[in-house]
Structure formats: C-alpha cells, structure tokens
C-alpha cells in the first residue's frame, strides 16, 4: 500500500519578488540554498530556469544529488510541469528513491519583499520509509529557507507560519 506524504515551508523575505526569483531560477541559487549539505549537478546550458531551455512535461535533464557536494545519494529526473516566470514551477520528478516527487515554489508579492512558498508532495518506493524521509526531506527544505533568508533577510508578520 502506497502513501503520499506532504508539507509545506514559507518564508516572508525582504527582498523584491524578482531578485527572489533571479535567485531560486539557477541552479547556483538552488545549490546556494542547499549548502553546504548537499550539491545538484546540472548540464551546461541547463543553469538556469527558463522557457527557452527547459521542456515543460518531458524530463529537462538527470541532476545527482551530491551529498557535501561529494557523495551521490539520490537523483532527480529534473521534470518541470509549469513554469511561470518571476512567480514559480510545479516540479514532478522521478527520483531513485521516490516513485512521486512534487515540488511546487510559489513567490508572491508582500509589502516590503516577498513570500516564498515550497510544497512537496512525495511517495517513497519504500513505504515504511515515508516518515523518516519527510523528517529528512523538512529538514533540508527548513535548511534551504534559512539559507534564503540569510541571503534576503527576514520580514516579520503576526500572523505568520508554517503549514503541512
């Protein structure tokens, strides 16, 4: 019997949404974000998130995931399924370890900066690996917020949170 698990990680950064999106758009951002416990690889030419090079609903390119930056633990079959630029992807990826890979990154306009947004959907090909890797898989996505934020800084709101 299979199970999705799911969450979601915002944070309010006090940045303009398109320097945000400047950012999270390559994959020198995404690996920015993920340092220094884990590298993507990419192939030349595919750096950046852009309508021109990446194919929407068909497989862009395999990206290894390095962990360190050295030791490969996983690979994504980097799949974009929308692309809205200067606003956010869907992502549906198969990986080795997970038969569904869904991740959404949501960018919106807030009074000074932005919200970012990222929600994954998974499920694992080994089932009773679900709740030990959404442990893992929160940890590095609260990781890659806490990165954003130090690169963007931080706004405050009282009515603001995690989900999922």
Known sequence: MSRRWQFSETSLLAAPRLSVWAHAAT?????????????????????????????????????????????????????????????????????????????????EDVAGGCRLTDSLTFEPRIAWLGGLQRHLFRFFFRHRHRQLRRIFGRLSSPDFGRHG
């Not at 920015?32 to 194919?55: F, Q, S, Y």
């Open 27 to 107: 994959m020198a951002g995404v690996n920015a974000e993920l340092a220094p416990l884990a590298r993507m690889t990419h192939p030349r030419g595919m750096d950046r998130l852009d309508l021109d090079a990446v194919p929407l609903g068909r497989r862009a390119f395999r990206s290894w995931v390095l962990l360190f930056g050295v030791l490969p633990v996983e690979y994504d079959d980097l799949t974009f399924v929308s692309l809205d630029a200067g606003y956010g992807f869907r992502e549906a990826s198969p990986l080795l370890t997970q038969r569904v890979w869904i991740h959404e990154r949501r960018l």
